[in-house]
Nanobody, 126 residues
Framework: QVQLVESGGGLVQAGGSLRLSCAASGRAFRNYVMGWFRQAPGKEREIVAAISWSGGSTYYADSVKGRFTISRDNAKNTVSLQMNSLKPEDTAVYYC???????????????????WGQGTQVTVSS
């Protein structure tokens, strides 16, 4: 059992940067795949990035490659998402999630993830 809490969202101008963090309490997730997802109004939830337990494997959506970086600190049970060169289309609620079924294999659909945080709002103005 684990509780996830996202933080770091806010309002930023296009071209700016934000760093999101996800902190866990209860069951540790250092041994599991972690992912960041986002959902904009009227749109389906989509994967942004994911990372294996070791940090050696990562996945990025095509729309964020070269701009976003995912990282994790297993000792502290935290996962971060550094977002640079933000665009208005990045505006969404961002969610942290853990996949308890895998440690190295990264799956990209939200249905495969077992535990979710409450989300943090990211708004990018033009």
């Amino acid at each position: 059992q684990v509780q996830l809490v996202e933080s770091g969202g806010g309002l930023v101008q296009a071209g700016g940067s934000l760093r999101l963090s996800c902190a866990a309490s209860g069951r540790a997730f250092r041994n599991y795949v972690m992912g960041w997802f986002r959902q904009a109004p009227g749109k389906e939830r989509e994967i942004v990035a994911a990372i294996s337990w070791s940090g050696g494997s990562t996945y990025y959506a095509d729309s964020v490659k070269g701009r976003f970086t995912i990282s994790r600190d297993n000792a502290k049970n935290t996962v971060s998402l550094q977002m640079n060169s933000l665009k208005p289309e990045d505006t969404a609620v961002y969610y942290c999630a853990v996949d308890f079924q895998h440690t190295a294999v990264i799956l990209t659909t939200p249905e495969k993830y077992d535990q979710w945080g409450q989300g943090t709002q990211v708004t990018v103005s033009s």
